[in-house]
Structure formats: C-alpha cells, structure tokens
C-alpha cells in the first residue's frame, strides 16, 4: 500500500496596488439594519464624491493641484479645505444628514489629498471597508488615520446617530492582512 501526501498549495498573487480591509465593530453590537444603514450612507456619500471628482471642473483643479510635487503643507490644507467645502455642498444637496456631512466631506478631502480611495463598504462580522493602496506610503498614511484615531473620530459619530444611542466603536487593521498587502506593495514587481 502506497501512501500519497498531499500538501496545501497556497498561491498569493499580488498587484501593484492592493486592497486593504479596515474593519469597524461596536459593543454593544448593533442591529444589522443600522450597520446596514452605516454602509449605506458610505456608499451614498462615496457616489456623490465620484460624481463631483468626474464633473466638477472645480474639483478636477483642486484634485490636479494636490497632485503636483512640491507642493507646501499649507497648499495641501488649503486644497483639502476647499474640498470639504465642495463636498459639503454636494452631500447636503442630496439630502444627506447634517451629522454625517459634518463627518464624511472632511474624511473625503482627506483621502483624497492623501490619494486613498475607498473601493467597497460591506457588512460582515462587523462593517468592512476596502481601501485602494497603491503603494507602501499609501498603506502607512491609512495606517496613521487608524493609530491616530481619526478614522475613529469620523465613525463613531455617524454610527451612534444613525444607531441613536451611544456605542463603543474600535477601527481596526487585521495584522496578517496588513502585513500581506505591506508584503504585495514593497516585493519587487515581476519583469519577467
């Protein structure tokens, strides 16, 4: 009798910009239909954004003008500024709620600036929310908005309005999926 091992084969492909998963939970947990009601108005918020960076002329200026090399800390914040602004405006003239405006426009200047795209929200074991990194300063600015508590600061708000009570909520990474996308952005491509 001949015995055949078999041994799991685990391929990684990796591309030169990778997703990173950013995952919110609260204590007490809350409802699914009040998680759902949060991913809804990311998504909302994120469609309204994206109709403005392709249309607005305005935008496209503010956009093309962050991304110039040398430019100052203060022109970025100036930039970022006038987003907020333009988003704001945008976000209240579809009906979106003043607490969450007040949250959402400023984190979009901000990603925006920082060239992070926000690709996906979807409800799993807790709110998951996926995150274009193009490479490894990209993943570390969006770990900052995480260790910093920023991220923290623009969720919590909008969930417990949107929940209407108060809740704990913590923002975090998963180690070996920061990791692994750190991994995929910092390997040498293939040129083979």
């Known amino acids: 009798m001949h015995f055949h091992r078999f041994a799991l084969l685990h391929i990684y492909v990796c591309f030169e910009t990778e997703e990173m998963a950013v995952h919110v939970t609260m204590k007490p947990s ?3 239909t009040d998680e759902q009601d949060f991913v809804s108005e990311l998504k909302r918020a994120k469609v309204i954004i994206d109709k403005l960076t392709e249309k607005s002329p305005d935008v496209s200026r503010l956009i093309i003008r ?4 040398n430019i100052s800390g203060y022109e970025i914040y100036e ?3 006038d987003l907020r602004k333009k988003f704001e405006a945008a976000m209240y ?3 979106i709620p003043a607490e969450i405006v007040l949250e959402f426009a400023p984190w979009h200047a901000y990603l925006i600036v920082n060239h992070i795209e926000m690709v996906l929200a979807k409800v799993g074991d807790s709110v998951v929310i996926y995150f274009l ?3 490894v300063r ?3 600015k969006l770990g900052q ?3 910093s508590g920023f991220m923290h600061s623009v969720f919590a708000p909008a ?3 949107l929940a209407r009570r108060p809740t704990t909520v913590d923002v975090y990474v998963r180690a070996n999926e920061f990791y692994f996308t750190l991994l995929c952005l910092s390997s040498p491509a293939d040129k083979g």
């Open 133 to 135: 990194c193009e490479n």
């Open 93 to 95: 003239q579809e009906n």
């Open 79 to 81: 930039i970022q500024d």
């Open 66 to 69: 962050g991304l110039q090399q």
């Open 138 to 140: 990209v993943l570390c």
């Open 159 to 161: 969930i417990e309005f």
């Open 30 to 32: 809350m409802a699914v």
């Open 145 to 147: 908005m995480i260790t």
